[in-house]
């Protein structure tokens, strides 16, 4: 017979689940904020960046924006630090959602199997 517990312990789960999509959320937000700033300043900033070199890709703009304009070091290391605690709670979170679901998995064949 399936235990009362598991669909607890599945609860508790999905609980946590849903703390960790919005910490997600905040850390995503904080990073297209970022990103949008920097965005934002190489735009403006283009036609001085692409004085220094002809057709100019995103990258080597953000290096000579910086370069150029030490004040977005901060929106730039922002950006970076938050697309990374991003991705990681997307593994950890995608972790956490195949844990429910093969609780689910194993509830479901206690079920069929009449334990």
């Excluded at 009362?4 to 999905?14: G, R």
């Excluded at 905040?26 to 070199?53: C, F, G, H, N």
């Amino acid at each position: 017979m399936v235990d009362y517990s598991d669909t607890l312990h599945l609860i508790e789960i999905a609980e946590q689940n849903i703390q960790l999509a919005k910490q997600y959320l905040v850390v995503r937000t904080d990073y297209a904020e970022a990103k949008t700033q920097l965005d934002l300043q190489i735009a403006l900033k283009m036609p001085e960046l692409s004085k220094a070199r002809k057709n100019i890709g995103y990258d080597m703009a953000v290096i000579h924006l910086i370069e150029l304009y030490p004040e977005n070091k901060t929106n730039y290391e922002t950006m970076v630090k938050k697309e990374n605690e991003y991705k990681g709670l997307e593994r950890v979170l995608n972790a956490s959602l195949n844990r429910v679901s093969l609780g689910q998995s194993l509830i479901k064949n206690k079920i069929q199997e009449g334990i």
